[in-house]
């Protein structure tokens, strides 16, 4: 079954505009992580922002915020007057505390293109 | 610090061939794996060590094997290369586990 869904593929934008990427998790394990990574055109992965269970404070830096709700098990991340270097895959990932190998289950990613 | 590099950036190979992905980081961190990405199934772990002298199978791991001697290094070996294993491999590690993984630039494989 599918941990981690991205249900936009492609988000087209508008210089200046604000983008929200979507991410809905599944998980039974009361303790996990949640991630958002971002690969751009030249196809390295960066790290953007960490969250676990615990903590569901939301978050604002820079441009960039994220909304964690558990209730609706959503990690979904906002970038506010987009700019053209926005441009990139997105993905949200999630790790589970209770599986020995901590691997990061990502969703299928969401391509933002931001056009000047 | 370098932070976690990976040679060589490309590579083209012969089915049947058989090759070794290095992966180094310079951050101490306990934790490394592999992942491979391709179009439609995302990244995908295939093997990954919780320390030197540690290693483990991932969710894809058939036709690939790892050593960890040192804390720095991961090394993935492609036994005999198909087809099926072209794909860009990414290394990563983190300090511990579950703390955010950084990875390195990618290896993009071709397997003729």
């Known amino acids: 079954a599918q941990k981690v869904t991205q249900a936009q593929t492609e988000i087209s934008v508008v210089e200046k505009e604000d983008v929200t990427l979507d991410c809905v998790y599944e998980?039974?394990?009361?303790?996990?992580?949640l991630f958002w990574y971002k690969q751009p055109p030249s196809g390295e992965l960066v790290f953007l922002i960490r969250?676990?269970?615990?903590?569901?404070q939301n978050e604002i830096s820079g441009r960039y915020s994220w909304n964690f709700q558990k209730s609706t098990s959503s990690f979904n991340f906002t970038i506010t007057a987009s700019q053209v270097v926005d441009s990139a895959v997105y993905f949200c990932?999630?790790?589970?505390?209770?599986?020995?190998?901590?691997?990061?289950?990502f969703g299928a990613g969401t391509t933002v293109t931001v056009r000047a | 610090n370098a932070g976690v590099t990976q040679t060589p950036k490309f590579q083209v190979l012969k089915t049947g061939q058989s090759m070794t992905l290095q992966c180094a980081q310079d951050?101490?961190?306990?934790?490394m794996s592999w992942y491979r990405q391709d179009p439609g199934m995302g990244l995908r772990l295939i093997h990954y060590s919780v320390g030197a002298g540690i290693t483990d199978q991932g969710e894809v791991p058939n036709g690939y094997n790892v050593s960890r001697s040192t804390t720095e290094d991961f090394p993935l070996r492609l036994l005999s290369a198909a087809p099926s294993q072209t794909s860009v491999y990414f290394c990563?590690?983190?300090?511990?586990?579950?703390?955010?993984?950084?990875f390195g630039p990618g290896t993009r494989l071709t397997v003729t």
């Open positions: 969250r676990n269970s615990f903590d569901e």
């Open positions: 990932a999630l790790s589970e505390a209770g599986s020995n190998d901590y691997k990061l289950s």
């Open positions: 951050m101490n961190h306990e934790y």
């Open positions: 990563a590690s983190s300090r511990p586990p579950s703390m955010e993984q950084y």
């Open positions: 998980t039974r394990d009361t303790t996990y992580y």
